[in-house]
T-cell receptor, first 113, second 113 residues
Framework: GENVEQHPSTLSVQEGDSAVIKCTYSDSASNYFPWYKQELGKRPQLIID?????GEKKDQRIAVTLNKTAKHFSLHITETQPEDSAVYFCAASNSGGYQKVTFGTGTKLQVIP | EAGVTQSPTHLIKTRGQQATLRCSPISGHTSVYWYQQALGLGLQFLLWYDEGEERNRGNFPPRFSGRQFPNYSSELNVNALELEDSALYLC????????????FGPGTRLTVL
């Protein structure tokens, strides 16, 4: 089955700096890669996603890159703000009628004001 | 539009008992997913239901089971509860193929004493 590894497990950055979280996956059939943000005591919420036919996607301060050959994808947050502090989960799934989503173990991001 | 709802919010059981957790998806969503989130850990995929059928399950013992009703709401049953079943159980819904974005409910906190 699919295996998703996520690094680092914790990340502290100064406000205004950039943060990068990396994930690798094992199943070459995976074709959908979402990122979720879970604030303390709240439910996970999708912040950005990318499909395997795209190499990069941006949404304001957030971007995701995908390298299918190397089977890794990354989340980039620029100009970090205290409200970016949360746990971030990457995930991989194969939407070809076998939609099991495998999540990474999460990265706790702390933005220091 | 109402989001995904789950009940109860908290559930306290003793070892060996059975627990039933409920989930109502967003109107129009046909897919329901169940995840277990143990304290400090990531999201572990439990079950996926679509159009009333179980489509996939994660690496959990058979005492974790569920069903999806004709109105697409879902129920997760955990039999013969063990202490390590204590966790936050999250339900998510999606429109189904090819729309993969999952919307999460607030979760049910299950405590096994």
């Amino acid at each position: 089955g699919e295996n998703v590894e996520q690094h680092p497990s914790t990340l502290s950055v100064q406000e205004g700096d950039s943060a990068v979280i990396k994930c690798t996956y094992s199943d070459s059939a995976s074709n959908y890669f979402p990122w979720y943000k879970q604030e303390l005591g709240k439910r996970p919420q999708l912040i950005i996603d990318i499909r395997s036919n795209v190499g990069e996607k941006k949404d304001q301060r957030i971007a995701v890159t995908l390298n299918k050959t190397a089977k890794h994808f990354s989340l980039h947050i620029t100009e970090t703000q205290p409200e970016d502090s949360a746990v971030y989960f990457c995930a991989a799934s194969n939407s070809g009628g076998y939609q099991k989503v495998t999540f990474g173990t999460g990265t706790k991001l702390q933005v220091i004001p | 539009e109402a989001g995904v709802t789950q009940s109860p919010t908290h559930l306290i059981k003793t070892r060996g008992q059975q627990a039933t957790l409920r989930c109502s998806p967003i109107s129009g969503h046909t897919s329901v997913y169940w995840y277990q989130q143990a304290l400090g850990l990531g999201l572990q995929f439990l079950l996926w239901y679509d159009e009333g059928e179980e489509r996939n399950r994660g690496n959990f013992p058979p005492r974790f089971s569920g069903r999806q009703f004709p109105n697409y709401s879902s129920e997760l049953n955990v039999n013969a509860l063990e202490l390590e079943d204590s966790a936050l159980y999250l339900c998510a819904s999606s429109l189904g193929e090819p729309y993969n974005e999952q919307f999460f409910g607030p979760g049910t906190r299950l405590t096994v004493l």
